[in-house]
Nanobody, 119 residues
């Protein structure tokens, strides 16, 4: 189990950008960003594996968001052209397994950081 801490959330207007940060004690094979909007289920946003940095993006964010890792203690989510539907609490998570896009692979979670996008 690892400790994860998110930061970088905030309030922006539609079309603007934010970069989220996740600091952790050590990386695991699967690292990812998930989000949960009020009244909705948590959903995967983007994941990245420890093998060649293979990435996965939800269709709703593809082309706008970019996930990346820095050394073995930091993960980023660059969020461009934010839209009101992106408003949610964003969580970083770590896990193991082959299919990093599967939320069941994740067993360590951060506390979340709020992203609010106004129109």
């Amino acid at each position: 189990q690892v400790d994860l801490v998110e930061s970088g959330g905030g309030s922006v207007q539609a079309g603007e950008s934010l970069r989220l940060f996740c600091k952790y004690t050590y990386s695991r094979y699967c690292m990812g960003w998930f989000r949960q909007a009020p009244g909705k289920e948590r959903e995967g946003v983007a994941t990245i594996s420890g093998v060649g940095g293979h990435t996965y993006y939800a269709d709703s964010v593809k082309g706008r968001f970019t996930i990346s890792r820095y050394m073995n203690d930091t993960m980023f989510l660059q969020m461009n052209n934010l839209q009101p539907e992106d408003t949610a609490i964003y969580y970083c998570a770590a896990g193991s397994g082959i299919n990093c896009y599967d939320e069941a692979q994740y067993n360590s979670w951060g506390q979340g950081t709020q992203v609010t996008v106004s129109s």
